[in-house]
């Protein structure tokens, strides 16, 4: 077994029909993208080429919103823009998202009619159940459920720790785009 810019790691008999494992487990790879390849030697000696790489990555770190960008009035929409590519299911399931506007002294539930994932993965974008109003404060909660494509949930407040919610505040009328 060769790992791609490391050389040789080690070696392993196959069983009488082919068949071999490797335990590479006492070996903590960091994240990030790592190559492996094979040869195979017959019992005269002969060994074959390298194998084709195979690719793993290395992914333990939570998605993390990067920007939110508000719409306001008959279209009203919010879109997040994600760190990396999200999973659909979870990306599309509106109960992850909470949206409520201060009315007096308290926040009232809005509702969210639909979530989208862009085809690119990376942003999410979410329809109101009612226009967004002017001059009014709103708070989204994205919940710490949602994943990327390696199942690791949000880090809702960027600390390193997946799993935690995101509190989004915004004014409409302070970063209203038309």
């Given at each position: ?132 109003s002017a001059r009014s404060q709103y708070t ?16 809702g407040n960027a600390d390193g720790v997946p ?16």
């Amino acid at each position: 077994m060769t790992r791609v810019g490391i050389g040789v790691i080690g070696e392993q008999q196959a069983d009488v029909f082919g068949r071999w494992t490797f335990d590479y487990s006492g070996t903590t790879l960091p994240d990030g993208d790592f190559g492996f390849m094979t040869t195979a030697a017959d019992l005269a000696g002969n060994i074959s080429p390298l194998s084709t790489v195979f690719d793993i990555r290395i992914d333990t770190k939570g998605p993390t919103i990067s920007r939110t960008v508000v719409t306001k009035g008959r279209n009203s929409r919010i879109t997040m823009f994600f760190d990396e590519v999200l999973d659909r299911p979870s990306a599309a399931n509106v109960s992850n998202y909470v949206l409520s506007r201060k009315k007096r002294a308290r926040f009232v539930p809005v509702g969210v009619v639909s979530a989208t994932l862009a085809s690119d993965g990376r942003s999410v974008t979410l329809r109101p159940l009612q226009r967004l109003s002017a001059r009014s404060q709103y708070t989204l909660a994205v919940d710490g459920a949602l994943t990327d494509l390696a199942g690791n949930r949000l880090d809702g407040n960027a600390d390193g720790v997946p799993g935690d919610l995101a509190l989004i505040r915004f004014p409409t009328a302070a970063i209203i785009a038309r």
